[in-house]
């Protein structure tokens, strides 16, 4: 079967980035903390935007914030958000530019206290994805009851526009949680 003629979540649109993005990131499991990192800043600026958009952008967000390199990223001075500010490469929303920043801080807070983000947030699922059985992509939740959790517990530890639905999407982007649809390929191989 031609790679155009397969079948994908409902939601994975004629794009090449979405589709390429469906078929080779979103719901693979992700350990790593730099990785985490990205898909956290990138899912709190996509924020009541469309995530195509945020991946049409994403190249841009990698070069405007030092690759997600929460270190450097925790120290940037008001100089560096005013520069953000004026970056049409990105989305220029001061808020969700300044929590990048107290998000980096707070992330490697979480790293002092757990060893790695990854084995914060990975303890909620012990360690392994949570493998939903969905007929359609319509059927995913927004939110559960394991992101009201974990969204509170990040908010309580200083993090920014971590709302349950944002932290629903994280869960699936890393593949802490697989809502790829039954019909859908990606499921079928597994």
Request: aromatic share 14%; proline share 3%; glycine share 4%.
């Amino acid at each position: 079967m031609e790679k155009e003629d397969l079948i994908r979540c409902g939601w994975c649109t004629s794009s090449d980035l979405y589709k390429k993005y469906h078929d080779e990131e979103w719901g693979v499991p992700v350990y790593d903390d730099p990785t985490l990192f990205e898909f956290l800043i990138l899912e709190t600026f996509q924020a009541g935007l469309s995530w195509i958009t945020i991946l049409n952008k994403r190249e841009n967000f990698r070069a405007a914030f030092d690759y997600f390199d929460y270190q450097k990223i925790a120290n940037y001075s008001e100089e560096k958000i005013e520069e953000l500010m004026q970056n049409t490469g990105i989305i220029r929303n001061k808020l969700k530019i300044k929590a990048a920043v107290s998000n980096a801080q707070a992330f490697m807070k979480v790293q002092e206290e757990f060893g790695s983000f990854s084995d914060y947030i990975w303890k909620y699922t012990d360690g392994k994805p949570i493998i939903n059985n969905l007929k359609t992509s319509k059927e995913a939740p927004a939110t559960t009851p394991l992101s009201d959790e974990i969204s509170k517990d990040l908010k309580k530890r200083g993090f920014k526009f971590v709302g349950s639905t944002v932290i629903y999407a994280h869960m699936q982007a890393t593949g802490m949680v697989n809502d790829h649809a039954e019909d859908c390929f990606i499921r079928k191989r597994k």
